[in-house]
């Protein structure tokens, strides 16, 4: 394995303009309990967040959108029949859509989803440590996953997948990963008061669909999505008293970030 | 066209302690990303919101509440059986309801629930430009949405539209009119930043729901709501530096707002 | 009836602590409105709140979780038979449960829901005096609800309902009660800010439902939790100017919390 490459600040700067200027519409299939969040975190980012869950609506509105979320937390059979839709519709539209594959592993109904999903040529796929080695592990003929959980083990994991599926993979933690299968960056940063606050890690991959969007190199601007997040969570850490104040002051640092090339 | 009228401070200030001395119970079945944001702006206001949402409790419900608010943001065929039911046990119980027709136009499910709503004799009906001219232009027999969304265009919409359901519009924006097809007022202010936060359209149908419920001038009562959500919003902007504090200033200028009569 | 005991600085601090060492993962099961404020409550206490409602997913998760909570507002049909097979599962695993019985009495479908539930002996049960009159009311044989919110009225059927389903029973309000139909502890605090914020009552189940997991005496556990969100909200009255910046004060103060043994 070769050692990470790091964001250069200029690559930063140069995505996070591209976002502002083109303001992308992201359709967000995600979970109940993160909506207003991931919607919030977008908007202070200039793009557009739009919540359609029917099937048929939401097949017709991935036909318009710059970008499509699917977010498997809070999943039920309805959903899951609504994003394939959705999913389907974007592919043939030509829209790029990001996966995030929430506690994937352990429970069945989302673990067989995944799985499914997987065929389904997502364009960037983020999760935690846990639900990247599930997700490949899977593929691969299954290890345990509980036992292992190092951020190491997950890389190779993110990279064999993101392989396998020509794909890009984020594995999240106090280490953020981003990998093709051949290129790899690394991004720090970030607070751990984002993991007291619920949603920084889904809301983290609706603003990789966004930025998965852009023209240019994908996996640049889904590293620039990382540093974003975790710039504005080191920023806030800084004046919060807690995670109460932790959360308006994330999205104001999100609204404010300029970034110098 | 003549000229909007403007609401007067000392109408503002009547309707608002009628507010607070009715506290209404306000039932809204709204969209999925804003029902926090929405309970919180009306308990701001002393009102009482209250989610219920299986169809056959939301028919019982319909009958205790002062108000019923109907987003169709998320829809789904089962959310818009339920909102049907409690709009027609509102109807027999002679409570005032409200519509709040979410990106009516381009996505079927909601466009074709809309223009059957619309029979049904809603007490107002609120909406942004777009959303009120492919209201209007479907009942009268359809322009193109996209292309048209000035404000002048959308205020014709909104009048031709209150007159021919006999209901009050109210269509958002930098500036809002309120019309009943007849009598028509302007209402100014806000900020920027209320774009910049999920929301504060769909809480602002409720605060008209709310105010729907009043007794004495509706179309004044209306109004108020609009200017209600607009003053909280140029104060909260004041102090704000970003989405995230704006949301915290922003309820506590609902909480604490007294208008000079 | 026996004066109620208060909670000693001691047995607070005792559970409290506990509950920063066990950080028990609490699998929510709740209503559409609060489900954000809930997550983050319980994050800011340490705890790890997980939502799955899926049936099958949420059978299998609910033996997975150190404690589950049944809220049933905005219940459907669907979400009762999930909820169901979550509290079946947590039985066989041994998972204590929490019972919150929102808006119990007037609605039908909630009210023969929760009256199947206290048959499936909930570890604890918390509501408003409404709420539980309304829940033992119907157990005993009915009289109206409307008429009786007293706090001692509402003591009264709270100690009858424990005693008659072998559970705790927390009814809340200016001052809280817990009881397990013998003992009784009373406790006060709190501030009338929290009930300008929508889920502070939901919430506070979801502390029941933590501190009910916690080894050793469950009633002074359960007392704990009411005191913990007591003690917070008087300590974010002090800073707050409304209901906005409340909320961000609330979390900070669970967050900061350090009770002298």
Do not use: K
Request: hydrophobic share 50%; net charge negative; with cysteine.
């Amino acid at each position: 394995m070769t050692q990470p490459d790091l964001l250069s600040s200029a690559q930063l700067a140069h995505s996070l303009q591209l976002l502002h200027q083109q303001t992308p519409l992201v359709h967000c299939m995600t979970n109940d309990v993160v909506q207003t969040f991931t919607a919030n975190v977008l908007l202070a980012l200039r793009a557009s967040p739009a919540m359609v869950i029917d099937a048929t609506e939401a097949a017709q509105f991935a036909g318009f959108a710059d970008a499509l979320l699917i977010n498997v937390g809070t999943l039920t059979c309805d959903r899951r029949d609504a994003m394939l839709a959705a999913v389907e519709a974007a592919r043939l539209a030509g829209t790029p859509w990001t996966l995030d594959p929430v506690a994937v592993g352990a429970l069945t109904l989302r673990s067989a989803f995944c799985q499914q999903l997987l065929s389904l040529q997502p364009a960037a796929i983020r999760g935690n440590a846990s639900e990247i080695l599930a997700l490949a592990n899977q593929t691969a003929g299954g290890r345990g996953v509980d036992s292992v959980h190092q951020a190491d083990a997950a890389l190779s994991a993110a990279q064999q997948l993101a392989q396998a599926h020509q794909t890009l993979v984020a594995v999240t933690g106090e280490v953020d990963y981003i990998t093709d299968g051949t290129r790899t960056l690394a991004v720090a940063g970030g607070s751990p008061l984002m993991t007291r606050v619920v949603g920084t890690g889904c809301a983290l991959s609706a603003v990789v669909a966004a930025f998965a969007s852009l023209p240019g190199d994908r996996l640049l601007h889904v590293a620039a999505a990382c540093r974003v997040m975790s710039l504005a969570g080191e920023q806030a850490a800084r004046s919060a008293t807690g995670p109460g104040s932790f959360v308006a002051a994330f999205l104001d640092n999100l609204w404010t970030l300029e970034v110098a090339a």
